[in-house]
């Protein structure tokens, strides 16, 4: 099944086709690329920005970036001996929006970033992602099994679908990345398929199968963050959500067999998984200065990343004090989230996860979500050993991002009226007409809109 599995992908990346929808043209929309323009703007801004942190002046994680107790629909409401306030859905909205009304972000005007903290099963699940995370790497490191992985390269399957494992992104020396996707099964209670195979055979199927189980958590967090913010109901967030079910309509869904190696990318889900490993900077000293990731944004709904033990993620908060300061190094600072202390902090089965707003938040909540600026920094290496002292082993930093996107099909298309609730006018990236341009429009479409160039 798997050599079958392979050779038919290698037949679709030769016959790769692009989606069968035509998108509106760029002149149509000039809005959508004012839009777009707007936040490659506050990007590259931000990269003159302060970075503060660890100063004892400096913003702080805690007084920035709210924090939400979420669990997910099919986890159970009873979480042992712990009595936890679920967020409603008013507090999950006021979370994200960018407000400082009663100091909601403190000295920030907000982030476009949360901290969602996970209890009893969906914590465990979530960990289950954490494990495979290590486990592939685990097995990347291991040269009797890696040859498969290491060789397999990354390739493309349809327009803007891509899987496989880069050992040396950009060849820069900074981060591997293993590039997933997901094919929905016919049927519910079945996981889907995950490409690339190699990646199954790798880490073993127990630790796929609980990966599989943290993505669902994750899936159904960044939902019910979604449909909160934007006042969506079950309908309109499962027809623009793409949260790996029912990508096409099982009576379209290509089979997978040799003749539609060419249609095979209409069965693949738009949003997806990535395991991300940052090297070990070559100096101390360009730690800092040279970013692992660069400061950018997602082309998401919603960003979801299991925190790790070993911090590195910076977002970019604006400041309410300095926000439109000409002097760029005083609109804001970056700062890095981290574990909330307070309600239940000694409580050993809580798990945080650090939740991101995308491109499609800040649309579609007519600006009053910001998109999340964030960027990577990787961990320092040691430093020299002292006489007579063994040298301490660099520990490399894993993250497993999961990307919550909007459907590609022809069913997700936006009907402003109807699917999302009234937004006013107040929004810091409030663009007057915007949504009426986005109106009736396939939500996936609004890419070629917002970034021509990619």
């Known amino acids: 099944m798997v050599k079958s599995f392979l050779l038919l992908l290698s037949s679709a990346i030769t016959h790769t086709h692009s989606l069968s929808t035509t998108s509106p043209t760029q002149k149509d929309r000039p809005l959508l690329r004012q839009f777009g323009a707007g936040i490659n703007e506050r990007v590259l801004n931000s990269k ?3 970075n503060r942190c660890h100063h004892a002046d400096s913003f702080q994680s805690s007084e920035t970036i709210p924090c939400l107790d979420m669990q997910s629909s099919s986890s159970s409401s009873s979480h042992g001996s712990i009595n936890i306030d679920m967020s ?16 909601q972000h403190g000295r920030s005007s907000g982030s476009g970033c949360c901290i969602i903290r996970l209890h009893g099963q969906d914590a465990n699940s979530v960990r289950g992602l954490v494990d495979f995370a290590d486990d592939f790497f685990a097995g990347v490191d291991d040269e009797s099994r890696n040859s498969a992985i290491n060789d397999l390269g990354v390739f493309r399957i349809g327009n ?16 591997q990345v293993l590039y997933t996707k997901l094919i929905p099964n016919d049927t519910e ?25 943290g993505m669902g958590t994750l899936f159904d967090i960044g939902s019910q963050i979604t449909s909160a913010v934007l006042g969506m109901n079950a309908a309109s967030t499962n027809k623009l959500l793409d949260d ?21 990318a209409d069965n693949v889900s738009n949003s997806y998984q990535r395991i991300i490993r940052y090297l070990e900077p070559q100096s101390k000293e360009s730690a800092e200065e040279d970013a692992a990731f660069w400061p950018h944004v997602d082309s998401t709904f919603l960003t979801l990343i299991p925190m790790p033990d070993i ?16 002097n760029l190094e ?15 902090s000694n409580a050993n089965d809580c798990l945080h996860v650090v939740a991101l707003a995308g491109e499609f938040l800040q649309l579609l909540s007519n600006g009053q979500v910001p998109t999340c600026i964030h960027r990577v920094i990787a961990p320092q290496p040691p430093s020299p050993p002292a006489f007579g002292f063994a040298p301490k082993q660099y520990k490399p930093r894993v993250s497993a ?32 007409n915007l949504l009426h341009e986005c109106d009736s429009m396939r939500v996936w479409d609004y890419m070629d809109c917002m970034s021509p160039n990619n």
């Open 189 to 213: 209670d079945s996981n889907p398929l995950l490409l690339p195979l190699e990646v199954g055979e790798l880490v073993g199927i127990n630790s796929l199968n609980k990966a599989q189980d």
């Open 48 to 50: 003159s920005g302060l």
């Open 160 to 175: 803007n679908i891509h899987a496989g494992f880069d050992v040396d992104v950009n060849e820069e020396g900074k981060m």
């Open 88 to 103: 409603s859905k008013h507090q999950i909205r006021k979370a994200y929006t960018a407000s400082t009304i009663n100091g």
């Open 311 to 326: 911090g590195g993620l910076e977002v970019w908060c604006p400041s309410s004090k300095y926000g439109e300061s000409e």
């Open 244 to 264: 790996c079910t029912d990508v096409v309509r099982k009576e379209n869904r290509h089979d997978l067999v040799s003749e539609n190696a060419d249609k095979i």
């Open 401 to 432: 991002p999961l990307f919550l996107r909007p459907r590609r099909g022809e069913d997700a298309t936006l009907d402003v009226e109807s699917d999302l609730r009234k937004f006013g006018e107040g929004g810091l990236y409030f663009e007057k």
């Open 330 to 344: 005083e609109r804001g600072e970056w700062v890095r989230p981290t574990k909330p202390v307070g309600l239940d």
